[in-house]
């Protein structure tokens, strides 16, 4: 089965800061997803890749930068991080349509 | 664009009483529907997939598709303690690489 780690588990993060969320995934899929949890909104989508290389703005993309450098690795951004960001974050990957999506365990951010 | 809930928010059962849960869709060209189940504190795990109308089983678990209502169900049969979570639908509209998620379902399953 596809392992999707993400990283950290938990961070605090200063209003204004940089924030980089991790996401490494080892059954070679090419779509990964950044999602965003809170309640009342279910899983949020923020951005996503096809592959190396690519990133595409989801739903809710804006104050989120994504970057892809290679197949197995997929960052979320924060380059000023807000209150309004504090969330649990959810990286996922799949393949191709009517795909499974393999979800990491999630990251708790808060941004004081 | 699609949208997706689910009813109700929260829900009690006794161990072993079956559980049904509800996920209403806006687009009925959708053909891809995902039961996923969240313990506290652990990522999600995928339970029953479902792409065409009628029933799905997996293990306990039974989605039941009826796309002209505009609905898909998850049954829980003989649920146990264990089975306390949240409980997530998602579907992605025909040709669609993305899934919709429900705000989800807070199962509660009694001693």
């Known amino acids: 089965e596809a392992a999707v780690t993400q990283s950290p588990r938990n961070k605090v993060a200063v209003t204004g800061g940089k924030v980089t969320l991790s996401c490494n995934q080892t059954?070679?899929?090419?779509?990964m997803y950044w999602y965003r949890q809170d309640t009342g909104h279910g899983l949020r989508l923020i951005h996503y890749?096809?592959?190396?290389?690519?990133?595409e703005k989801g739903d809710i993309p804006d104050g989120y930068k994504a970057s892809r450098p290679s197949q197995e690795n997929f960052s979320l951004i924060l380059e000023l991080a807000t209150p309004s960001q504090t969330s649990v974050y959810f990286c996922?990957?799949?393949?191709?349509?009517?795909?499974?999506?393999?979800f990491g365990h999630g990251t708790k951010l808060s941004v004081l | 664009q699609q949208k997706v809930q689910q009813s109700p928010e929260s829900l009690t059962v006794s161990e072993g009483a079956m559980a049904s849960l509800n996920c209403t869709f806006s687009?009925?060209?959708?053909?891809?529907f995902r039961w996923y189940r969240q313990h506290s504190g652990k990522g999600l795990e995928v339970l029953v997939s479902?792409?065409?109308?009628g029933e799905k089983e997996e293990g306990s678990f039974t989605a039941h598709l009826n796309r002209a209502s505009l609905h898909v169900f998850l049954h829980i049969r003989e649920p146990q303690p264990s089975d306390s979570a949240l409980y997530l639908c998602?579907?992605?509209?025909?040709?669609?690489?993305?899934?919709?998620f429900g705000s989800g379902t807070q199962l509660t399953v009694m001693p």
């Open positions: 996922a990957s799949g393949e191709g349509l009517n795909e499974r999506l393999f």
């Open positions: 059954n070679n899929h090419n779509n």
């Open positions: 890749s096809y592959g190396a290389g690519s990133t």
């Open positions: 687009d009925r060209s959708s053909d891809n």
């Open positions: 479902i792409f065409s109308d």
């Open positions: 998602a579907v992605a509209s025909s040709g669609s690489w993305q899934l919709i």
